[in-house]
Nanobody
Framework: QVQLVESGGGSVQGGGSLRLSCAAS????????MGWFRQAPGKEREGVAT???????HYADSVKGRFTVSKDNAKNTLYLRMTSLKPEDTAMYYCAAETSTVVPCSRRRRHTDFGYWGRGTQVTVSS
């Protein structure tokens, strides 16, 4: 079973940067979709970015131009580089993965589109 472990969260001032990591184990499939989601208190979990095994990426409008998702295949680790952070980016950030190819990765936007989840890492941005 795929296991995901996030790290890299923390507290930062507005305008600052952080890089989140998601170490994936047992993700031995040639085709997969991985994503970053976030959930603020009292709000629904929302998609931030997705990374397809073919290298294509997708971003939520709220983070376009500020966040970059990438993957180191040798380390089997997914990253989320976050820059120009805003207080509204404050949330628990989760890594997700899905190995089914029935739905293309580019169309996987909801948390229900992913079957594997990490426990999350907290990001707090102060003004």
């Amino acid at each position: 079973q795929v296991q995901l472990v996030e790290s890299g969260g923390g507290s930062v001032q507005g305008g600052g940067s952080l890089r989140l990591s998601c170490a994936a184990s047992r993700l031995t499939y040639s085709k997969y979709c991985m994503g970053w989601f976030r959930q603020a208190p009292g709000k629904e979990r929302e998609g931030v970015a997705t990374f397809d095994s073919d290298g294509s990426t997708h971003y939520a409008d709220s983070v376009k131009g500020r966040f970059t998702v990438s993957k180191d295949n040798a380390k089997n680790t997914l990253y989320l580089r976050m820059t120009s952070l805003k207080p509204e980016d404050t949330a628990m950030y989760y890594c997700a993965a899905e190995t089914s190819t029935v739905v293309p990765c580019s169309r996987r936007r909801r948390h229900t589109d992913f079957g594997y989840w990490g426990r999350g890492t907290q990001v707090t941005v102060s003004s």
